[in-house]
């Protein structure tokens, strides 16, 4: 008996610091997995269109609060206030029209506002230039939109940068579980080795 009981007693000190860091970074993974972030745009941020567009898009990665969302159109460098816009939201897209007539401006800022299923509020910009008919606006080469080599969306909200989503949260907590589940046969193992020797 006193045999099994100091070699289960070696076996779980020996797997005891594993046990702390796997309880640890679940507690830290968990919440970032529930956290929406922006994953795309139309247009993409710093990008230069050859016209405005009829109607801009955002995608998140997970469903969006209907209720809650907000986007705005501000045309940079004038006084004019930001134009509201009518958002529809469609589980992670959330879609608005521009409208037709808007100030003369080159450059323009997409400004959302929206809170995740989770209840997780984010808000962030996209920036973006169109060709101006008025001559005291310095106009630079326009250049089509593609998606290749396009500049991600940027996010402005606090807490880490999470605007690389090729590394999705949820691989981390899988590898997490996987260790967390080697530790614990490693135990069982270890224990029933024990018994067989008493």
Known sequence: MKTRTSTAARALAALAPL??????LTWQAAPAAAHSELVSSTPVDGASLRAM????E?????????????????ALG??????????????????????????????WRLAY???SADGHPIEGAVDFDVPSDDP????????????????????HQSGPDTSDTRDSPWSSTVMIGLIAAAGTAAAIVLLRRAAREE
């Open 136 to 155: 005291s606006v310095e106009e630079r080469p326009q250049t089509d939109q593609t998606d290749a080599g396009a500049t991600p969306p940027r996010e």
């Open 19 to 24: 046990i702390l860091i796997g309880l640890t």
């Open 58 to 74: 955002l995608q998140f990665n997970q469903d969006i609060a209907a209720q809650f969302a907000t986007v705005t159109l501000t």
């Open 113 to 115: 506002r929206v809170t």
């Open 53 to 56: 567009p009829a109607e801009v």
């Open 78 to 107: 004038t006084q004019t206030d930001p134009i509201t816009l009518d958002p529809a939201v469609s589980g992670a897209r959330v879609t608005a029209d521009v409208p037709n007539e808007l100030d003369r401006a080159r450059s």
